[in-house]
């Protein structure tokens, strides 16, 4: 891929705004907000009680609050239950329907953006804004950024970059978070994983050290106690039938036990997908992962960025 250009319609953003903002979703999210400045993002998770991710959400200091990115399937449910839980601080949680997102990915894509824009974020999880924009620096297997911004100053941009850039489906930003091994949380997937089992904690997603939220205690045992069962894998699986987040993974010999679940997959070329899959340790280092069942086409492993623990 020499360059990517995409709109994120598959993206939404929330904004939690007033002088109890911080303090707020510092009780709900497993980062540590009050270590958030405003040139970098977070990743977080959304835990319920029982520790298991609601979603994931990158957060920013943004203007005079924060923004919370998340699936756009996800916002409403998400936003509806953040607000059961402001009782009275003061603050206040509202979709950001203003605002749209582009990606831009690849060496020309962002040399191009840099020459509207000027400097980029330098470093992965680097953030700055520029005017109404947002710019965000973001991990993968190229250069890529994100921007957001109401539609109305993000046209123009638009305009500039697919006049010399071929624009591509959302789908294809979404392989490049497979590839930089980066878990995102669908509703097939909702309350199915600790942030553990999709390695939240190995990119940065997890506090050990903050204070409570929702979920806290369950998330910490198995961190400090507990021996971890299952973890998130990079894999590529050849298929006629399009793959998708929550289907099931198993291994030969054991019927109809499941030995895992996917997380995300994406087209990669004809017939081929690239994917993320929580599957049992012990199955994915004794042998064969099959997808939907035991006579299922096989997941190739591939390498992700950062290891696994050994335990």
Same mark, same amino acid.
């Given at each position: 891929m020499s360059h990517l250009l995409c709109k994120l319609s598959a993206l939404s953003w929330v904004y939690a705004e007033g002088e109890d903002a911080a303090y707020f979703l510092q009780s709900q999210l497993t980062n540590d907000v009050s270590a958030l400045d405003n040139s970098h993002s977070q990743l977080h998770g959304y835990c319920n009680p029982k520790g298991r991710l609601l979603c994931i959400v990158r957060l920013v200091r943004h203007n005079h609050g924060f923004l919370l990115q998340l699936p756009t399937e996800l916002r409403d449910a998400i936003v509806e239950r953040l607000r059961k839980? *402001?009782? $009275?601080?003061? !603050? %206040? *949680? #509202?979709? /950001?329907?203003? =605002?749209?997102?582009?990606? *831009?990915?690849? $060496?020309?894509?962002?040399?191009?953006?840099?020459?509207?824009?000027? +400097? =980029? +974020? /330098?470093?992965? #999880?680097?953030? !700055?804004?520029?005017?109404? =924009?947002?710019?965000?620096?973001? +991990?993968?297997? *190229?250069? $890529?950024?994100?921007?957001?911004?109401?539609? %109305?100053?993000?046209? +123009?941009?638009?305009?500039?970059? %697919?006049? %010399?850039?071929?624009?591509?489906p959302p789908s294809a930003w979404s392989r490049l978070d497979i590839s930089a091994g980066i878990p995102q949380i669908l509703p097939a997937t909702s309350e199915a994983f600790v942030p553990q089992m999709v390695n939240l904690d190995l990119v940065g997603g997890v506090s050990f050290e903050k204070g409570c939220y929702p979920g806290q205690e369950i998330v910490a045992r198995m961190h400090y106690l507990g021996k971890l069962k299952q973890r998130m894998i990079r894999a590529q699986v050849t298929t006629s039938a399009a793959p998708k987040p929550g289907d099931k993974i198993y291994v030969p010999d054991r019927g109809e036990q499941s030995a895992g679940t996917l997380v995300d997959a994406q087209l990669s070329a004809p017939g081929c997908y690239d994917v993320l899959a929580v599957v049992q340790l012990n199955a994915y280092r004794a042998g064969k992962l099959l997808l939907n069942d035991a006579n299922g086409p096989e997941l190739e492993p591939r390498s992700l960025p950062y290891d696994l623990p050994a335990d």
């Open positions: 839980y *402001v009782l $009275r601080a003061k !603050l %206040s *949680v #509202n979709p /950001a329907d203003d =605002l749209a997102g582009v990606g *831009v990915a690849g $060496r020309p894509a962002v040399d191009a953006l840099t020459q509207h824009l000027g +400097p =980029l +974020p /330098a470093t992965d #999880n680097g953030y !700055l804004q520029r005017g109404a =924009l947002g710019v965000y620096g973001l +991990p993968g297997p *190229v250069p $890529r950024f994100q921007i957001i911004g109401p539609w %109305s100053d993000l046209q +123009p941009l638009w305009d500039a970059l %697919s006049g %010399s850039l071929q624009a591509c």
